[in-house]
């Protein structure tokens, strides 16, 4: 055994040998409890950057603590690997998308290798493979047969300069990001998944994933958006709109019904566009509001405008005409597209009636509220406690009284129902991009679109193509698009827009179970013995589409025959945020130039504060930002193969864990991976001393001295608390606490006798197998070092003995009137009395109390006695 610690050389031989034992290729053994521990899969951007460093490791960790539980364990790795940042580098630097991305992820790959990982990397899954969206496009067909996949219109941004479409990120200000071309909204046609007949499911069975985080589950909650309500219809006056017919609203407050004074509709609504016709400025109006944006952010603090049409509908209930109004704050998408107003309860309402001068009519009140028309006012929201007011025959009654009341006769009168509904909307997937997976329809003009036979999958992108930026280039390809129909043989034109990203990433956890399976989407069999996922980690920023869309997929898998669980990932952990200090210097121009933390030095004070810091490279000062997340706009991101580099992957392992709890941020810190560096030397500077003197023989637990008694305690006491640390509450970081600890006790541990060493032994056994799934690597190599011809992969995590816990004396503290005095040792099973005695005769206690009267004794069994005199 060297004496220094070399983790270039230990890391490399502990890679080799598991690379030629095979160790993390796992195959299904029945029997043997599975564990499926999987990390979200990277984007090939080019190199890895910390927080996957983070979100690797931590998976890493649990996945190598799983086995030695026993477990057989499945940890896969794979690239999600189309999308848009190919086609902008290929852009870039004229080369094919599909080039750049095999590059990247050959990189990857080997930065992946170099941190440790215990991947089964027979089962890597390359989602712009052909074998693997084959099967995604078989999917397809199957659900668009099944009428879960539809064609409809669907609003996209068009860049008029550049003839395409631009996801809403590539819009900035209203303009295409390369052309900087005013944006359009146009209609094309799209191919959509109907999430929303899983809606219901999709929100129900959240109750049933104890194991995600609460904030997840609510996030998904709100997007779904389950509310209760009525569709209410209003009869068109037939004077003023110029034909009979019924507007319909839904409302979750049908119970306000009473205080509606005007109907506000959606820009793209029938009325509208009737108004429009013969009113040229409603017509310019719907022109602007079609422009704007339609993410619903803006809709709730854009400002509320709107324009009366002339028209007007019938309040059901009272027969009073009311206005129709056109307004840029009822979505088209959404409900019927129109709104029953009901400004002196509704915020948006009661904004635009302010704006136009509306009535307002309250309808609630309650106990000590004043109603006041003047400003807006948030206890109307609030239905507990108020009862209608200004009602007719519903006066007097509660929430669900008139809810039920006036839905009652709305029914009763056909002008109305009591409706659920969700907020989410039907998944459009159409992409009209390039480095995507083509969607397998075929347009014919007789037979129209049919789906491409599973005999004729997959639809094979080509690879060889550099995009220019204008337009899908798919769609410039004749020899991509020519064909002829799969139905009646005439020539036809095969889809050129691909698939949204999302849909590759919605099911990679289900092929890992049979990646190369050949005969279906997945081996069900094999499926069935993996899934669901036991443990998935992640970024929060997945906390709704991707998690929400696999979800949905493992569901659409499931009523295919495909898998048999209901959900895909059972317990969820969402990683924090690696974040680091930033640095900056004021331009002239008012902006910021950053310095990366590398180039900055910090100066500290005596007690270590931070008081300045300066530029390496000009010795002058620079203004400290704080802490953000490690970007490149604030240029404050650390380059974890500068740390593997220099440190090697365990050092780097051990820092990412120990700085905080997974779920929580991690702040980088220099300081941090030093001292993750010299604690690892420490261990081996002992382990080294230990073995250097040859082994000992076998610890004799019957004859150990009180001294040998305390640090056996140690030992176990540290095995105890890291297990529950680890197993329970995935705090790696106190874990790591725990063994730093231990490691305090045997540095100062005796060796002189055989026992002694024995003694050293064990715990220096103890500290590898805690310390192996978080630094793998020193700890493969210690466990040979310190005699055991097995790999520590393979070994069992430690169990407590319980009988080395059991203190035959503890040794308290004394304080008296608060102030540390002394310490005492009294039997482990003293009585509160004997302690108090022990205390109270105590040396250091009677000179301190001399000459006072004690008034109280506290004792805080097993720590301190605190004495109360005056
Ligand atoms: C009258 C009313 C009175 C409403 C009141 C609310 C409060 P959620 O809960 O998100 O489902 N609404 C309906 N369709 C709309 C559309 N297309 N665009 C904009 N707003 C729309 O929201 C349902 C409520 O949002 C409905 O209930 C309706 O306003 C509005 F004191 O009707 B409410
Ligand atoms: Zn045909």
Known sequence: MHEQYSPR?????????????????????????????????????????????????????????????????????????????????????????????????????????????????????????????????????????????????????????????????????????????????????????????????????????????????TMQRNWIGKSFGADIVFDYDVASIGIDGQLKVYSTRPDTLMGATYVAVAAEHP??????????????????????????????????????????????????????????????GYGEGAVMAVPAHDERDFEFAGKYDLPIKQVYTG?????????????????????????????????????????????????????????????????????????????????????????????????????????????????????????????????????????????????????????GMVDPQAANHWLPVDQYIGGIEHAILHLLYARFFHKLMRDEGLVSSNEPFKNLLTQGMVVAETYYRTLENGGKDWFNPADVEVERDAKAKVIGAKLKSDGLPVEIGGTEKMSKSKNNGVDPQDMIDQYGADTCRLFMMFASPPDQSCEWSDAGVEGANRFLRRVWRLAHAHVSAGLPGKLDITSLSDEQKAVRRAIHLAIKQASNDIGQHHKFNTAVAQVMTLMNVLEKAATATE??????????????????????????????????????????????????????????????????????????????????????????VLRFTEGLSIRKVIVVPGKLVNIVAN
């Open 9 to 217: 050389e230990i890391e490399a031989a502990a890679q080799s040998h598991w690379d030629a034992q095979k160790s993390f290729v796992v195959s299904e053994q029945p029997g043997k409890d599975t564990f499926y521990c999987l990390s979200m899969f990277p984007y090939p951007s080019g190199k890895l950057h910390m927080g996957h460093v983070r979100n690797y490791t931590i998976g890493d960790v649990i996945a190598r603590y799983q086995r030695m539980q026993g477990k057989n364990v499945l940890q896969p790795m794979g690239w999600d690997a189309f999308g848009m940042p190919a086609e902008n580098a290929a852009m870039k630097n004229q080369v094919a998308p599909a080039k750049w991305t095999y590059e990247n992820i050959a990189y990857m790959k080997s930065q992946l290798k170099s941190l440790g990982l215990a991947i089964d990397w027979t089962r890597e899954v390359t989602t712009c493979k052909p074998d693997y969206y084959r099967w995604e496009q078989w999917l397809f067909t199957r659900l668009f047969e099944k009428g879960v996949i539809y064609r409809k219109n669907g609003t996209v941004n068009w860049d008029p300069v550049d003839q395409t479409v631009l996801a809403n990120e590539q819009v900035i200000d209203g303009r295409g990001w390369r052309s900087g071309a005013l944006i359009e909204k146009r209609e094309i046609p799209m191919y959509y998944f109907k999430i929303t007949a899983y809606a219901d499911e999709l929100l129900s069975s959240l109750d049933e994933l104890d194991g995600w985080p609460e904030q997840v589950k």
């Open 271 to 332: 009325l509208a566009q009737r108004a429009a016709e013969s009113n040229p400025a409603i017509a310019a109006f719907i022109a602007e509001c079609k422009a704007g944006s339609v993410a619903e952010a803006d809709m709730a603090t854009m400002e509320k405008k709107g324009l009366a049409t002339g028209q007007f509908v019938i309040h059901p209930l009272t027969g009073d005409k009311l206005p129709v109004f056109v307004a840029n704050y009822v979505l088209w």
């Open 367 to 519: 106990e000590g509220k004043d109603y006041d028309t003047s400003t807006w006012q948030d206890w109307y929201g609030d239905k507990a406690g108020l009862t209608t007011i200004n009602s007719g025959k519903y006066d007097g009654l509660d929430f669900s009284a008139a809810f039920d009341a006036i839905v009652g006769d709305l029914e009763a009168s056909a002008h109305g129902a009591r409706k659920t509904q969700f907020r989410l909307r039907d998944w459009g997937i159409s992409r009209q991009r390039y480095w995507g997976c083509p969607i397998p329809i075929i347009h014919c003009e007789s037979c129209g679109d049919v789906p491409v036979p599973e005999d004729q999958l997959p639809v094979v992108l080509p690879e060889d193509v550099v995009p220019d930026g204008a337009g899908s280039p798919l769609a410039k390809m004749p020899e991509f698009y020519e064909c002829s129909c799969p139905k009646c043989g005439a020539p036809a034109k095969r889809e050129t827009d691909t698939m949204d990203t999302f849909v590759e990433s919605s099911w990679y956890f289900a092929r890992y179970a049979s990646p190369n399976y050949e005969g």
């Open 755 to 844: 026992q002694d060493r024995a003694l050293v032994h064990e715990g220096l056994e103890i500290v590898t197998l805690l310390l192996a799934p978080i630094t793998p690597h020193i700890s493969h190599e210690l466990w040979q070092r310190l005699g055991h011809s097995d790999a520590v992969i393979d070994a069992q995590w430690p169990q407590v003995d319980e009988s080395a816990l059991v203190q035959d004396s503890l040794t308290l503290v004394v304080q008296v009137n608060g102030k540390l005095r002394g310490q005492i040792e009294v039997p482990a099973s003293a009585s509160r009395e004997e302690v108090e005695a022990a205390a109270r005769a105590n040396e250091n």
